[in-house]
């Protein structure tokens, strides 16, 4: 029987998390890696949507890229200050997202994918006190090949892919891949009669290998990628009997007759008014050189160097709605001042455009970086060491302006950011059947900052130095079935951050930046594979977070504001397994049990409508979220993939798959509002693809939500509105759609 067109899982998963190439069996830490077959049955297009095939990752969506992060076990960093850093570390072919809007773009020719849970500062350095995503795009290849896929689906999506890849001429070697996707949206705006929520996209990345020996190589990676999204636009989810749109507080109101005209707020809302367009249009374009020697026996040098330069416009319609003529109201109610209102437009004549609507807020992001990576490895030997040097030089800048009916600023930020690291790791095997692996590194950091008020006509300026040490220690035995225990540690640490944001004056910098991030875990797993390739993995872990970086909303004083939360803690159960049922049959289950709590905040800010009795006190209201959950942190969470190969006839296989994903109820809100939640839910998606034998051609039809489930990516308290309402983004997939996806190699 010939094999199946659709790779097999392979008995030895090589992974290079630890920046050796590894068995994944024999790693001590919990990764997980997806091949690109797994996101194509799962319809991940977009890196946002790698939480369909990994439970421990969740996407934490704002209003806006810039505003947005990846979690994972509960840890995430939202903060609206370009100077504070990630949580989670992303990076495509060893080049790091330093700036965290810059990971929010297409995913084009991957090849797979790898999930790092946990602190991983050790070997990757600033951003990844909880985690890192390793994303690998396909390499060159020495024979010719090509391909063109095309995806179209019901509710208007359409996705192109090409690439190409062999020999350019003796040792050298291309690839060239070229994504272009549009998507409506899933939210429909009746103002302006347009679905938002969607995106257009065209991404170029080319990489030349030059290969002259079996000891060296260097590869030429460049890239181009533009996006243009109009999400993330709100929509009403429950609002008060008789509330008026007053999203200022302010004697100019709008009754519901008119913001709320053919609009049904509640839990399947899609639906809005706004008479301002949303949107983001991102631009990221760079390139890395990676060169690797062999020498002396089996020592690997390698060097890393990339330039990448991202560019970000968005607009967001910050008054909720619609109120025509609403700074002229706001003048004569006297709310709003002449001089004021004319100042705003002196510096920033584009508010002109949007005298006869409401309010609007502009942002225009820069960052720009150079890193470097040295690497020398020694032989695959018991004894085996890694040592490195990282440096690197960031810097981002935004202005950002809002008006011009109220909540006026007008104000541009730079943040700069330079690293100079040392890191390395001892691997000793010290029995046939045992191993301890050591790791450190040394940060030295210096973070700088300007912030310039227009409106006030102040600027102030900073610089803060740190050099913070991290470890990771762990121990594994090898059993005679080649089971693999191991037990781990590891600390991390992120650095301190400027809260670069609205409302920063004297006060903000005198009290400098928020305090660096500190992180404690421990670990420990159990790894299983028979001759098969069916396995079972098992991680058990506490991590400890001191000054946990957070952003806080201050409802009472209409204000945001980066602050430290004294600990919280992450703690639960992972699991994965792999079995292959019958020689056509695969199942795939992977999940948790999460506990992500907070252990010490006594100072937060309520919600809004928070009542004495519900523990809210004082003037501003402030409460104790001491023990209670992290947002964006489901307690269960676990997804069940099946594949299913028959032979229809001798040149075909037909594939039938299916992914059901499930996860518990969550809370979206770090204030603990009960309205911020989504309940628990369950999403299933099925395809069925017919593939060439010969690898010529496929085609593969597919329903994603089967059964209409309903749920949303983000639901929050919305002070714009009203100050008891709340608004929601429903998720991408969150109506059932169907589609097909052809694919053509050559």
């Known amino acids: 029987m010939s094999a199946p067109a659709v790779e097999p899982e392979p008995l030895v998963v090589i992974v290079t998390a630890t920046k050796r190439p590894r068995n994944l069996q024999r790693i001590p830490m919990a990764v997980s890696q997806v091949k690109a077959r797994s996101l194509e049955m ?20 704002g209003d806006t890229p810039a505003n947005s992060a990846y979690s994972l076990r509960g840890i995430g960093t939202v903060a609206y200050s370009i100077s504070a850093e990630p949580s989670v570390l992303v990076q495509v072919d060893d080049v790091p997202a330093m700036f965290q809007a810059r990971s929010f773009m297409d995913m084009t020719d991957v090849d797979r994918i790898e999930i790092l849970r946990g602190p991983q500062n050790t070997l990757y350095g600033r951003s990844a006190s909880g985690g890192a995503v390793n994303i690998m795009t396909a390499g060159p290849t020495k024979e010719f090949t090509a391909s063109l896929t095309n995806v179209m689906t019901s509710d208007e999506e359409r996705r192109v892919s090409f690439h190409t890849s062999g020999p350019a001429a003796n040792d050298l070697y291309f690839r060239v891949a070229v994504n272009l996707g549009d998507y409506a949206g899933s939210v429909k705006n009746l103002t302006l009669n347009k679905t938002v929520n969607g995106y257009t996209s065209q991404s170029l990345r080319t990489k030349l290998l030059w290969s002259p020996s079996r000891q060296t190589q260097a590869l030429l990676t460049a890239w181009y990628s533009h996006n243009r ?14 509330a008026t749109l007053n999203p200022d507080g302010g004697p100019v109101e709008e009754g519901q007759d008119v913001f709320l005209k053919d609009i049904m707020p509640g839990e399947h809302n899609r639906t809005l008014h706004q008479d301002t367009r949303t949107f983001a249009d991102l631009l990221d374009g760079g390139a890395s050189l990676k060169f690797d020697h062999i020498f002396g026996g089996g020592f690997r040098f390698s060097s ?24 002229t109201r706001q003048i004569s109610a006297g709310r709003l001042s002449q001089s004021d209102y004319d100042n705003l437009l002196n510096v920033e004549p584009r508010f002109a455009n949007f005298t006869t609507q409401g309010n609007v807020q502009f942002g225009t992001y820069h960052s720009s970086g150079k890193t470097q990576e040295f690497r020398l490895l020694s032989p695959a030997d018991p004894f085996r060491y890694m040592v490195g040097v990282f440096v ?26 330079r690293d100079a690291d040392l890191f390395g790791q001892i691997d000793w095997t010290f029995q046939p059947r045992n191993s301890l692996s050591v790791g450190a590194r040394s940060q030295h950091k210096t973070i700088g900052y300007r912030f310039d008020d227009l409106l006030a006509g102040a600027s102030f300026s900073g610089e803060h130095k740190e050099t913070a040490n991290s470890y990771r220690a762990s121990l594994q035995h090898t059993s005679d079935q080649d089971d693999t ?5 590891a600390t991390g640490f992120k650095g301190a951050a400027f809260d670069l944001t609205s409302g920063f004056n004297q006060d903000r910098a005198d009290r400098g930046p928020a305090r660096p991030e500190t992180t404690k875990s421990i670990e420990a797993g159990w790894r299983v594979r028979n001759t098969k390739g069916d396995y079972a993995n098992l991680s058990v872990f506490r991590v400890d977070y001191e000054n946990f970086q957070s952003q806080a909303a201050d409802y009472d004083a209409s204000t945001d504001f980066l602050t430290n939360i004294d600990e919280v803690r992450t703690q639960g159960v992972e699991f994965d397994a792999f079995r292959r049922m019958s020689p056509d049959w695969r199942l795939t289950l992977a999940g948790h049990y999460l506990d992500a709590k907070v252990v010490k905040y006594t100072g937060a800010p309520c919600y809004p409508g928070q009542t004495v009795a519900e523990g809210c006190s004082g003037a501003p209201g402030r409460q104790n979220l001491s023990g209670r959950q992290l947002p964006y942190a489901p307690r269960w969470k676990f997804n069940v993939m099946s594949d299913n190969h028959f032979r229809p006839d001798p040149n075909h296989w037909l594939v039938v798959s299916s992914v059901y994903r499930w996860q518990s109820a969550t809370l979206m809100s770090m204030n603990q509002d009960p309205r911020a939640r989504q309940k628990s839910f369950g999403i299933l998606d099925l395809s069925a693809g017919l593939h060439d034998r010969g690898g010529k051609y496929s085609v593969t039809a597919f329903v994603n939500n ?7 990516a983000a639901r929050q308290s919305d002070g714009r509105t009203n100050s008891m309402s709340v608004v929601q983004i429903p998720a991408r997939d969150s109506a059932r759609y169907v589609g097909v996806r052809m694919t053509f190699s050559h």
Request: charged fraction near 20%; hydrophobic fraction near 40%; aromatic fraction near 10%.
């Open 42 to 61: 799962s319809g991940s297009e977009q890196i946002e949507e790698l939480s369909k095939v990994v439970p421990a990752l969740t996407v934490i969506q």
């Open 392 to 417: 690197a030089d960031h810097e981002v800048s935004l202005e950002s302006a809002r008006g011009p009916a109220f909540r006026q600023h007008r104000w541009n930020a730079l943040a700069t950011n």
């Open 485 to 489: 225990l191991y037990v781990a540690l």
């Open 706 to 712: 089967v059964f209409d489930t309903f749920y949303v």
């Open 229 to 242: 999204t109009t999400c993330c636009a709100y929509a009403l989810y429950e609002i008060p009997d008789g």
């Open 304 to 327: 890393v160097s990339t330039v990448t330069d991202f560019r970000m416009r968005d607009q967001i319609d910050s008054d909720g709605g619609v109120i025509p003529n609403y700074a």
